[in-house]
């Protein structure tokens, strides 16, 4: 399950609890898209400056979320622009 939010996986907590064992918990097709949240459509357009050695410059990113109305990720997206540089050191970010 690819999803952001935690839907389905209290109930493996409960199983597992109950069974004193581990379990496991596979959706169909049709029960991932009936049982779960999609994820945001998005749209990344990025733009790197790197040096010939390969050292990074300068990032431009620009992010876009459709979260909707009903998203449950809305505070975990704001953070979103700060990850796009990744674990890099880049001296100018836009």
Do not use: N, Q, W
């Not at 959706?27 to 010939?52: D, G, P, Q, V, W």
């Not at 620009?62 to 909707?68: A, K, V």
Request: aromatic share 4%; charged share 25%.
């Amino acid at each position: 399950m690819g999803k952001r939010s935690s839907l389905l996986e209290p109930i493996a907590v409960l199983l597992a609890g109950k069974a004193k064992a581990p379990v496991s918990l596979s959706l169909s097709r049709e029960e991932e898209f009936l049982c779960t949240h999609m994820r945001e459509r998005t749209t990344i357009k990025l733009k790197l400056a790197a040096k010939k050695d390969g050292t990074f410059l300068g990032l431009e990113s620009l992010i876009l979320l459709d979260i909707g109305g009903y998203c449950d990720t809305r505070v975990g997206m704001s953070h979103t622009g700060s990850v796009a540089m990744g674990p890099y050191r880049i001296p100018h970010v836009d």
